[in-house]
Nanobody, 123 residues
Framework: QVQLVESGGGLVQPGGSLRLSCAAS????????MGWFRQAPGKERAFVAS????????YYADSVKGRFTISRDNAKNTVYLQMNSPKPEDTAVYYC????????????????WGQGAQVTVSS
């Protein structure tokens, strides 16, 4: 069982930066892959990034590649999403999720979810 709590959301200006955190409880955190998804109003939940249990492999959606960075600290049971140069189209509720494989990009392949954090990119 893994419980996830996101933090760090808020309002950010285009071109700025923001870091989301996801704190996990449960002794299995270091053995699971972690992912970030987002859902904008009227749209389906979409894959953003994922990271393997060791942190050695990362995957990104094309829309965020080169701007966002996913990382994890297994000693702190925390996964991060560093958002650099955000754009208005990045505005969404961001969710962290835990699953078996970091190669999974479908939301149905992740078993545990946080409650979500709102990110609004606007000047």
């Amino acid at each position: 069982q893994v419980q996830l709590v996101e933090s760090g959301g808020g309002l950010v200006q285009p071109g700025g930066s923001l870091r989301l955190s996801c704190a996990a409880s449960g002794r299995t955190f270091s053995s699971v892959a972690m992912g970030w998804f987002r859902q904008a109003p009227g749209k389906e939940r979409a894959f953003v990034a994922s990271i393997s249990w060791s942190g050695g492999s990362t995957y990104y959606a094309d829309s965020v590649k080169g701007r966002f960075t996913i990382s994890r600290d297994n000693a702190k049971n925390t996964v991060y999403l560093q958002m650099n140069s955000p754009k208005p189209e990045d505005t969404a509720v961001y969710y962290c999720a835990a699953g078996l494989s970091s190669r999974a990009v479908g939301s149905s392949e992740y078993s545990y979810w946080g409650q979500g954090a709102q990110v609004t990119v606007s000047s």
